[in-house]
């Protein structure tokens, strides 16, 4: 079976640590538990794995805390591990697993704990209230082109237009079956399970219009006041911005902020719309593989976004982030920063396309790196398969 590289991480990290709390979060569907699994596979102690979708009682977690006592007593090996999955779904999880964790520090009880959460921003809110100073997190993000490819054998064709995501490959022979599984396994249940969980949604239709709506216009910048005008029953600008804050944590849609040094103005920019993972803007589209294909203006659209998930779900694991930059008419795709290192970079999907975006921004940020994906630049194939952060190398 196919591993990603994060089962070596999280080998790696069990081993060089004598206590060891590990918050492992990542979107849905995207292989958490089968990494654990395989973990779990090779390691050479007790170990206990429970899922809270089983939970039925707030001692639930409690339960499984003492198993794994229980079992590392029997054994009288050095050391074991618990692996609680879906940790967001228990109420307070973050102070219960607080409780627990001290207590086997103070006793010194030798358990090593795995939590995994599909909801970033609710796992993120427990670590800051509950658990700061004693954990360490490592995300998954969605799965890459070069992934994708060694695993499943999958064209660049096959990534830009299905997306990443591991569990659905066996389906791409049947178009209609996969956009089912999508809309059906991984959409709705996000949209109205996971979701749910962040926050009190007043609008559950509005939430699910933005999205499509997000979906449709990925790569593209779109005010919050033009999108109160796209959406029946919009409400105010506040409500779409926060859902479009809780549609990124669920790892789904995120709304790029303008490249701007002024962090006021940057928050309060028009988002440009990008999709974490091309499969969602796939899922919802009424035309195939080969009619997308035919229609070189449509592909592009899915080309760029493409290259723009890439970008995206990279920013979240590499340490960089992510803006767009627009100037009257000028624009650049995407401005990559780490620290001072500036990269400005624009994608060709075949079509002719002007540069004086690239040639005015870097007027006003001379030290910027400037690249071009597609066309006469790096082709999107090489570009997909390595990690955006290398770019910052060359730069002082």
């Avoid at 796992?123 to 993000?141: D, N």
């Avoid at 002007?354 to 090489?382: H, N, R």
């Amino acid at each position: 079976m196919y591993k990603r590289s994060y089962y070596e991480i999280i080998k790696q990290r069990l081993g060089a640590s004598r206590q060891f709390l590990q918050v492992l979060m990542g979107p849905r569907q995207v292989g958490k538990t089968t990494v654990i699994r395989q973990v779990l596979e090779d390691y050479p102690y007790p170990w206990h794995y429970a899922s809270a979708d089983d939970a039925t009682s707030m001692l639930w977690l409690s339960q499984q805390w003492e198993t794994i006592r229980i079992k590392l007593t029997a054994s009288e090996a050095k050391e074991a591990l618990l692996v609680v999955d879906e940790i967001q779904k228990i109420a307070d999880w973050s102070n219960q697993v607080k409780i627990h964790w001290d207590k086997d520090t103070f006793d010194k009880i030798p358990v090593k704990v795995i939590l995994l959460g599909s909801s970033q921003l609710l796992i993120q809110k427990g670590l800051s209230e509950s658990l700061a100073g004693r954990f360490e997190v490592l995300y998954l993000p969605h799965w890459s082109y070069k992934e994708m490819k060694d695993a499943f054998k999958f064209t660049m064709d096959d990534f830009i237009w299905f997306g990443g995501y591991p569990g659905s490959s066996s389906l791409i022979v049947d178009e209609q079956r996969w956009k089912d599984y999508i809309r059906n396994s991984l959409i709705e249940t996000t949209l109205m399970r996971d979701i749910l969980l962040l926050a009190r949604i007043d609008k559950p239709i509005l939430l699910r219009n933005l999205f499509e709506l997000a979906c449709s216009w990925s790569g593209q910048i779109l005010s919050l006041n033009k999108m109160v005008g796209q959406l029946q029953d919009a409400g105010n600008t506040t409500t779409l911005a926060n859902y479009l804050h809780l549609l990124k944590g669920a790892g789904l849609v995120a709304g790029l902020e303008k490249f701007t040094p002024n962090m006021i103005r940057q928050r309060s920019s028009s988002p440009k719309l990008q999709v974490f993972n091309t499969a969602l803007m796939t899922a919802l589209s009424p035309l195939t593989m080969d009619e997308t294909r035919k229609q070189p203006e449509i592909w592009g659209r899915w080309f760029e976004s493409a290259i723009g998930a890439h970008l995206l779900n990279h920013s979240l694991t590499d340490g960089f982030n992510l803006y767009y930059w627009r100037e009257g008419n000028h624009e650049v795709d995407f401005i990559l920063q780490k620290g001072k290192k500036i990269i400005a970079l624009e994608v060709k999907s075949g079509k002719v396309r002007s540069t004086t975006g690239m040639e005015e921004f870097t007027k006003k940020y001379k030290t910027a790196k400037v690249i071009l994906v597609g066309g006469d630049g790096i082709s999107a194939e090489q570009f997909l398969m390595i990690s955006p952060a290398i770019l910052f190398d060359s730069l002082k």
